[in-house]
Nanobody, 116 residues
Framework: VQLQASGGGLVQAGGSLRLSCAAS????????MNWFRQAPGKEREFVAT????????WYTDSVKGRFTISRDSAKNTVFLQMSSLKPEDTAVYYC??????????WGQGTLVTVSS
């Protein structure tokens, strides 16, 4: 299984970005898909998860109402739409496949930088 995250970049506070996670095989159809992030000097933290059927969607409190996770099974891709971005959202964002508490597969990460 390979996961390829993309879509990161530099954006001003209040702006938006859409992250994509392209998966190999039928990964998106077989696993719960997740987004995590790791800010400089901090531990990696959970951001969002989406269950197999597209239900069971959960977010960490700090991104609720601003981020939206979705999946396109036909394209084997998971998305993270990020709006109203804040400087504290600056981090490397990783997609991961598997149980949210212990994902099995990880992508390489994409850097999101939010300037104030």
């Amino acid at each position: 299984v390979q996961l390829q995250a993309s879509g990161g970049g530099l954006v001003q506070a209040g702006g938006s970005l859409r992250l994509s996670c392209a998966a190999s095989a039928r990964t998106v159809n077989l696993y719960t898909m997740n987004w995590f992030r790791q800010a400089p000097g901090k531990e990696r933290e959970f951001v969002a998860t989406i269950g197999l059927s597209g239900g069971s969607i959960w977010y960490t409190d700090s991104v609720k109402g601003r981020f939206t996770i979705s999946r396109d099974s036909a394209k084997n891709t998971v998305f993270l739409q990020m709006s109203s971005l804040k400087p504290e959202d600056t981090a490397v964002y990783y997609c991961a496949a598997g149980p949210v508490k212990n994902p099995i597969y990880w992508g390489q990460g994409t850097l999101v930088t939010v300037s104030s």
